[in-house]
Every structure is written in C-alpha cells, then in structure tokens.
C-alpha cells in the first residue's frame, strides 16, 4: 500500500498479524493476502501519513491493556532466539531455553504461538515453544549451573533444598498452581456404601504443605535417536487421507509394511535427529513432576522414496521392512509414530 502511494513505510505491529502471513512453495510471502487480513485487524493500529511517510504503531488503547492483553513479544530476547535458529537451522533445547527464561513462568501463549508460526512459514518447526511442558523444562534446564550441569553427566540427582531459589520457585509454581496439568500421583482407593470403589486423587495442596520435602530428589536424564518423518495418504479414510508419521529408525520396519499392506501410499520421507530433555522432581514414594522437551535438527530435505535418503539410512530401513514381510512374520495390528 505505501509502495503504491510511493511513500516511506515504518510499521510497529502487533504480534497478531503473522496469522495472515502465508507463503508459497518459494517461501515468498502473498502479500494481497496479508493485506486483506491487515485491513481486518486495522483496529489494533493507527496508521498515519505526513510528508511522504507511512508510520503504522499499536493503538493506543490496546497499548495501555498490555498488561492484561500483550500484543508484542519483548524483541530482544526475541531477537537473539531467532537471530540463534538462523545460525543453528532449527530451534535447539539451549536457544529456546535461553528465550523461555527471560519471559518469565506464564508467557503469553498467543504471541509465542506467532512466534512458532514465523518459524514456520520458513520451514522449522517451533512446537518446543508452544507446548507447556515442554517449557516447564527448558526454563528449568536453562537456570542449570555449570557445576550442577557436570554433576548430571556424570548421573548425580539433587536434593530439592540444594536447588536455587530460581529452580525451587520454578517446581513450586508447577506444583501449586499448574499441578492437575503436571502432578503425577496413584490415585487412593475407598469403598463407598453402594459397594463401588471409587479413586481419589488428592490435590498438590493436600499432600505438600507446607513446602516441597527438602529431600525430594531432582533430576534430569537426555536422549537421542534418529527420526523418520513420512507423509503419507490413506485411502481409507476419506474424511482425512492426509496422514504424518514420526517413527523411530531402530524399528519403524514393521509399521512401514503394515502401511503398505493395508494400501497407504508413502509420499515423502526426512531424516531428523531428535534430542529429548526430561526433567524429574520426585516428591515422594507415589507422586512425581516430570517434564520433557524435544528438539529435532532435519538431517535430510524431504524426498519422495526411501531409496533416495541417505544410502545407510535407506539400508537399514530395507532390511527392518524386510523381517515384516510376509511370509517371514504377521504384520502388527497396530501403527505407531502417527502425529
């Protein structure tokens, strides 16, 4: 628009306009398509025209609610993190980590989800920011020392009371105020004058007051594996043909050739290295905290046939496939990986 009326433009935006953003195959914006959606949300902004210049800036009314609405994530975290996947080429555990920490423990969903979408719109994938627990622990493995950091390499836990203050405020915050999202405790068993028995699961409140136990025990533990991502269309279903898969290298044989016999066409294949963080506060004998983030690092472009990923990749999975078929073993009654 300000191209068109041959003006200079600087725009403020709020963080909801990356909803109208699309691309194509090229990854090249459609801007009649964001404009349209721009108009839409026009309320959200003040545009103004002087002496050949377009200034666009948050309304000031949505400004002053903020506090209670955020429009705009803070940039300069938001800088570095983006400003790190471009070096990286994919949102590692340490760079969301680092982001996550500096928007303290309720960060506004909605913005991190538009941050997730940019992303995106470039072809990596930001779930790592969006999912809760996912950033229970990133901000928990970022606040990690370097001397507690050697300690868990060589498999040490921590007592809860040698925590920082930062870390033990962190898993109070999960515990007493996210806790029937997190809290994971057997459930207790009682009789009730009918002759059913019915489960009763106590809250956080009920079992850890007045504090966490000084000795409930901390730990974190990683992994790693070699990821296959595959895009497929199921015949039978056409309500929703369209179908992803993430199944592991070390076995996904067997839930190939159950695809294949049952007439799915297996359309596109990616290799990812995949690194998972799970972080664990054990309250006591029956009742736990556990959170976990994963990060996959694309290792191949996408392609259409086994047989052109990576010639050891492709091996593997031939030989895998191969113990499935028939007559050699029954096929699996059920499919793992579907996402």
């Not at 309304?59 to 570095?80: H, T």
């Not at 050697?150 to 809860?160: H, P």
């Not at 990749?313 to 029954?330: G, L, N, S, V, Y």
Request: with cysteine; charged share 25%.
């Amino acid at each position: 628009y300000a191209q068109h009326k041959d003006e200079q433009l600087v725009a403020v935006l709020t963080d909801s306009v990356i909803t109208g953003v699309q691309t194509n195959s090229e990854r090249v914006a459609d801007q009649n398509r964001f404009m349209r959606f721009f108009w839409q949300i026009r309320r959200e902004h003040q545009v103004e025209e002087s002496s050949g210049w377009m200034t666009i800036g948050i309304d000031s009314v949505f400004e002053a609610e903020g506090s209670r609405f955020p429009r705009r994530m803070p940039r300069k975290p938001l800088g570095n993190l983006l400003r790190q996947v471009r070096k990286d080429g994919y949102v590692s555990i340490e760079s969301a980590g680092s982001f996550l920490s500096q928007l303290g423990v309720n960060p506004n969903l909605f913005s991190l989800s538009s941050v997730a979408n940019s992303l995106g719109l470039q072809g990596i994938s930001g779930e790592i920011l969006t999912d809760q627990r996912s950033q229970s622990a990133l901000r928990l493995v970022s606040s990690l020392s370097p001397l507690q950091r050697v300690a868990i390499k060589n498999g040490n836990v921590f007592e809860f009371a040698s925590l920082s203050e930062e870390q033990r405020a962190i898993l109070r915050y999960e515990l007493y105020i996210k806790a029937t999202i997190v809290l994971q405790a057997k459930g207790e068993d009682s009789v009730q004058s009918d002759g059913e028995i019915a489960f009763h699961f106590p809250e956080s409140t009920e079992l850890f007051l007045p504090d966490i136990n000084p000795k409930a025990k901390f730990s974190v533990s990683s992994s790693e594996s070699t990821m296959i991502h595959i895009g497929a269309h199921d015949w039978n279903d056409s309500s929703r043909p369209e179908r992803n898969y993430r199944l592991d290298l070390a076995d996904c044989g067997e839930s190939l050739v159950a695809l294949e016999s049952r007439g799915t066409t297996l359309r596109s294949f990616r290799v990812v290295n995949s690194r998972s963080v799970t972080v664990r506060l054990q309250l006591d004998d029956n009742s736990h905290l556990e959170f976990a983030a994963t990060e996959e690092q694309r290792k191949t472009p996408v392609v259409d046939s086994i047989d052109k990923l990576p010639p050891e990749i492709a091996k593997r999975i031939r030989e895998d496939m191969e113990k499935f078929k028939p007559p050699h073993k029954p096929l699996a009654s059920k499919i793992g990986g579907q996402f």
